[in-house]
């Protein structure tokens, strides 16, 4: 079992930046790539960015690319999410995932454990 807690939600500016973090307990958390996805009101819950157990391979959803960039620390047990240039329609609950180690999921059900959520509001 993998227990995920994201935290560094917030409401920004348009075009500011937002850094997220999740932190991992529970099984070693080297073992899991990780994923950020995102869910708007009234919207399905979409893929935003994934990053495999080593860190050196990353995944972006288009609409994110160039604007996010997810990290991670196995140390520390602490995947991030660096939001910058910030847009009304990045607005959504942002939740962290844990999934197959060596590949980037982009699907919901390709994740094992899941966090609770934390609230991204973009205003004008």
């Keep these: ?3 995920l807690v994201e ?8 075009g500011g930046p937002l850094r997220l973090s999740c932190a991992a307990s529970g099984r070693t958390f080297s073992r899991y790539g990780m994923g950020w996805f995102r869910q708007a009101p009234g919207k399905e819950r979409e893929f935003a960015a994934g990053i495999v157990w080593s860190g050196d391979y990353t ?9 996010f960039t997810i990290s991670r620390d ?22 962290c995932a ?5 590949r980037v999921g982009r699907r919901s059900d390709e994740y094992y ?7 991204v509001t973009v205003s004008l």
């Design 1 to 3: 079992q993998v227990q």
């Design 7 to 14: 935290s560094g939600g917030g409401l920004v500016q348009v």
């Design 59 to 67: 995944v972006y959803a288009d609409s994110v690319k160039g604007r």
């Design 74 to 95: 196995n140390a520390k047990n602490t995947v991030y999410l660096q939001m910058n240039s910030l847009k009304p329609e990045d607005t959504a609950v942002y939740y």
């Design 98 to 102: 844990a999934g197959p180690p060596q």
């Design 113 to 119: 454990y899941w966090g609770q959520g934390t609230q």
